[in-house]
């Protein structure tokens, strides 16, 4: 039994290990393929190396760039000259409000059960409003859509003109 515990202990560190490793070519690499994991027509941001950024439709993603569909037309954008790529999620706000709502039932029927002195009617009446309602209404609350970055660019690092150590 310990030699088991051991053996386990040895193979999930070995997996985290193994996971963890590879080389920074081809991470980077890799990191420009998830791009091609976003869908045509999905809405995205290019920010450019310049600090200038571009929203619109994906049109398509190769090699050498990325192309967007705007309302001026297609634009591409080179590899080398994009430093971060966002794409737009949608926002879940029913879907948050149903799952705060089951929780506060999930919450409330140990106390409805448990309550069952004056009837389970009398009881639901006052216990449900009180998890139910707060429960959906945190529900809401939680942020959901928005931006989410799914590339950026290694930057080098290296020494600017004038200055002795390298920037972060």
């Given amino acids: 039994m310990n ?3 051991h053996v386990l202990f040895l193979a999930l560190i070995l997996s985290v290990f193994g996971a963890t490793a590879g080389s920074p070519l081809r991470a980077a690499s890799s990191q420009w393929d998830i791009l091609r994991t976003l ?11 310049d600090a200038k950024s571009y929203e619109g439709a994906l049109q398509a993603v190769n090699d050498e760039g990325i192309t967007l569909r705007r309302a001026a037309g297609e634009q591409t954008f080179a590899r080398k000259d ?9 926002n879940h706000l029913v879907r948050n409000i149903y799952i705060g709502a089951l929780i506060g039932v999930i919450l409330a029927t140990p106390v409805v059960l448990a309550n069952n002195r004056n009837g389970w009617w009398h009881s639901a009446a006052w216990v449900w409003p009180v998890f139910v309602g707060p429960g959906a209404g945190i529900g809401a609350a939680i942020p959901t ?24």
Avoid: C, M, T
Avoid at 39 to 49: A, F
């Fill in 3 to 5: 030699h088991s515990k």
């Fill in 39 to 49: 869908k045509p027509g999905q809405l995205i941001r290019v920010e450019l190396n």
């Fill in 82 to 90: 994009v430093l971060r790529v966002y794409f737009k999620s949608k």
């Fill in 145 to 168: 859509g928005g931006w989410h970055e799914v590339y950026h660019a290694r930057r080098h690092r290296g020494f600017a003109s004038g200055d002795r150590r390298p920037h972060p």
